[in-house]
């Protein structure tokens, strides 16, 4: 490597940027992994949950962020970083609604992380984030949305996704699961299940409900009415009880 990842900003004589490639590493690092699937009228993210210390408070411990009312996220990576992120992210989607009217798309947010994850590979005084970010939301004219934006500043729509050091497995099991399909089968309850089941398999657990976060756009309706709701929130442990009862049944 002879020195060339003293400096973020120095092309080494292949062509990379070792700095930003650490970014990646950190991902990994973090030893969490998280997932997200494209249903036809929801999208769901998924993270493992782990409480570092019995000390610790489980309820300020996520991973899953709700970014504006329509925008949900899961962040993998450093926490730290990632609360930084998050908070930028809200910011730039507060400013869109009160400059344009109206809530922020999931591919126009996913484009300004991205813009902004780049320029932190040009400068000197600031380094990248080690965080990848998986936006969800119900879109009025394209349905459900999935993206994910990198630390190099690289952002793309999927019908699913993942992040964290199980990265490439989840990658194979979900293209055997919606081999030539546009998006996951069934309800939320279905698309929540086929996440679950997904990283299950891939790290070889089986989950209890206080072990996992599910964010989800597209699910019932909270106010009794009919439809779902285009809204993000986090289902409650009681809710991830319900679908691995579900999913135990099934086996």
């Keep these: 490597m002879s020195a060339y990842d003293r400096h973020i900003t120095i092309f080494s004589d292949q062509g990379r940027l070792y700095q930003v490639e650490y970014a990646f590493k950190a991902i990994t690092s ?18 493992q949950k782990k409480v570092p210390d019995k000390l610790i408070d489980p309820e300020s411990v996520t991973h899953i ?70 936006l969800i939301s119900l879109d009025i004219e394209k349905g459900s949305q999935l993206y994910k934006c990198d630390p190099a500043g690289y952002y793309v729509g999927y019908k699913a996704t993942a992040s964290g050091p199980k990265q490439q497995e989840a990658f194979n099991h979900l293209e055997k699961k919606l081999k030539n399909k546009d998006h996951a089968d069934g309800n939320w309850e279905e698309v929540v299940e086929l996440a679950i ?14 072990e996992l976060e599910v964010g989800i756009v597209g699910g019932p309706r909270k106010d009794g009415k009919e439809g779902i709701d285009p809204s993000f929130r986090a289902l409650t442990e009681d809710e991830i009880d319900e679908r691995l009862q579900a999913i135990a049944e099934k086996d």
């Design 65 to 134: 962020f709700k970014i504006s009312p329509s925008v949900g996220c899961v962040m993998t990576g450093s926490i730290a970083d990632a609360r930084a992120s998050v908070d930028r992210a809200r910011g730039e989607a507060a400013e869109f609604r009160y400059k344009f009217g109206y809530e922020m798309p999931c591919d126009v947010l996913a484009k300004r992380l991205a813009n902004i994850n780049q320029v932190y590979t040009q400068r000197a005084y600031m380094r990248p984030l080690g965080v990848a970010t998986t």
């Design 197 to 210: 089941t997904a990283l299950s398999n891939v790290l070889s657990v089986d989950f209890k409900k206080h």
């Design 30 to 47: 973090s030893n969490i992994t998280s997932l997200g699937i494209r249903g036809k009228n929801c999208a769901v993210v998924i993270s």
